[in-house]
């Protein structure tokens, strides 16, 4: 069987007996990888603390296709992301987005602009000013790469621009905002007209959904001269969790963890 050489990320560990681990790794090259570590938890290891959470290296394997488990050879550290780790925050918001390239991502589907997008999110949650901004920025990036991209622009129905108007609410004021109406189910904004195809959709400002589609197609380092309100944080988040959620059909443990230790 042929060795293989490819760039990787430890996406997920998970113990095996007392000393093996099966580690989930993200490539460019052959999408997600399943591999047994045998006695990685021995200090006798060459693999012991290169496995870790995040680490980024270069990864060397026997690939058979069509099987759950490859067989790892070795495993060359690049990068392991130490200010990640030094920060509560960072490190799990890191495991949030490991943990979501494993619920979406398929094995054996190559996707190099994955790969980057994971590890341009690690280098930058290193010192980024605003970590939730950068979550949002990896969420709707990672949609579209994915293919889920959420439509922003036209209505998901009947591709007419959709206008905002004012939010259906017994509180409508004359200086309420006027709203946009977002469908998880259908994949994206729906305008007036097609407003009754989904009566669960969100509302989400023109504000919001505008800062969406520039972080969508924004660099990384641009990010720290963005600015988001507190509203915009919160319509972001909840889209795009929901989003996510319909999409992975389960609810993704760190995020819960985010939600009730970090965001308050
Ligand atoms: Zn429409």
Known sequence: MPAQKTHAIVI??????????????????????????????????KLSGRL???????????YRENRDLQSLTGFDLIEGFDGIRADFARITYGCYFAELVDAIALEG??????????????????????????????????????????????????????TPGPAK???????????????????????AKCQHRDTSAFTITPG?????????????????????????HIEMKLML???IQYHTERSLKSLKFIESVLEI
């Open 12 to 45: 997920r560990a998970f113990p095996l007996r007392e000393t093996h681990k099966i580690i989930t790794f993200y490539t460019p090259d052959f999408g997600k990888i399943k591999a047994v570590a045998y006695g990685v938890k021995s200090p006798k290891s």
């Open 52 to 62: 870790e959470l995040l680490n980024h290296g270069m990864l060397l394997f026997t």
């Open 109 to 162: 589907d190559a996707n190099p602009e994955i790969f980057e997008l994971l590890r341009n999110t690690y280098q930058f949650l290193v010192d980024t000013d605003d970590v939730p901004l950068l979550a949002r920025v990896f969420e709707i990036k990672f949609l579209d790469f994915a293919g889920y991209a959420p439509q922003l622009s036209q209505c998901a129905h009947c591709g007419s621009v959709p």
């Open 169 to 191: 609410t017994s509180q409508v004021t004359p200086t309420s905002p006027l709203v946009m109406r977002f469908s998880v189910q259908h994949g994206g904004l729906l305008c």
């Open 208 to 232: 919001s959904c505008e800062l969406l589609k520039t972080l969508r197609k924004s660099e990384f380092n641009k990010l720290n001269r963005m600015r988001a309100s507190k509203r915009n």
């Open 241 to 243: 969790s929901s989003f």
